[in-house]
């Protein structure tokens, strides 16, 4: 039978696939199934629908998605590694273990996604939207994060690339600051949209704070950099 990939925005066909399976079959494999047919025969899926698609272990490595609505499409265990996914919308989608090593997701909202257990070494994820994702015991060692939005994310048992999670603190306004360090020394500290890292992260986040911060929470923001500061000495004496 015949199925139609359709742009997200014109609703225009862009690609038909010849899939084999029955009528009844629900309608997220059907896509799914057209999906993979157009990837391997080099079809343009920048910008399509392929919401609620499922293509659990599929192999994707090096896919072009820029700006694909993956909106709740199920990609758990999918090989994405090296795919462009700059600006592509997957909210709520199942990535659980998938493998973004690699992967471009510059600008993509990844808001509710499920990314318990990925690999995103290497990713790009600059400006990215993970709000309320989980993150749980992802692999984010060398990620680019540089501008994303991790608030609410569950990020419990993540891999920093050595980094452990030092202290989460939100502010009254609901803004969540993160904090990972190491033994070794190094730290990342990230706030809303605000990432700092290095030796001197929390000076830079300090300073942040009195420079930038409104000044209705500035006072509460620099407590929550003190906290960050005592949770990192403590880290240091334990190892010593």
């Known amino acids: 039978m015949k199925y139609e990939i359709k742009n997200r925005l014109t609703q225009e066909a862009q690609y038909t696939a010849e899939i084999d399976c029955d009528e009844g079959v629900d309608w997220r494999v059907k896509r799914g199934l057209a999906v993979k047919i157009a990837f391997n025969s080099g079809a343009d899926l920048c910008g399509a629908d392929l919401s609620g698609a499922y293509l659990c272990n599929a192999d994707l490595r090096g896919a072009d998605l820029r700006g694909a609505y993956l909106c709740g499409a199920y990609l758990c265990d999918a090989d994405l590694r090296g795919a462009d996914l700059c600006g592509a919308y997957l909210c709520n989608a199942d990535l659980r273990g998938a493998d973004l090593r690699g992967a471009d997701l510059c600008n993509a909202d990844l808001c509710g996604a499920d990314l318990c257990g990925a690999y995103l070494c290497n990713a790009y994820l600059r400006n990215a939207n993970l709000c309320n994702a989980d993150l749980r015991g992802a692999d984010l060692c060398n990620a680019y994060l540089c501008n994303a939005d991790l608030r609410g994310a569950d990020l419990c048992n993540a891999d920093m690339g050595g980094l452990i999670l030092l202290a989460r ?23 809303g949209c605000r990432t700092w890292v290095g030796e001197d992260a929390i000076e830079q986040a300090r300073k942040h704070c009195q420079t930038t911060t409104s000044e209705r929470y500035r006072t509460e923001a620099l407590r929550i950099v003190d906290f960050i500061e005592g949770a990192a000495t403590a880290l240091r004496r334990e190892a010593a």
Do not use: N
Not at 182 to 187: F, K, P, R, Y
């Open 169 to 191: 603190a939100t502010r009254s306004d609901s803004h969540e600051y993160f904090a990972w360090s190491s033994i070794l020394g190094g730290m990342v500290i990230t706030a």
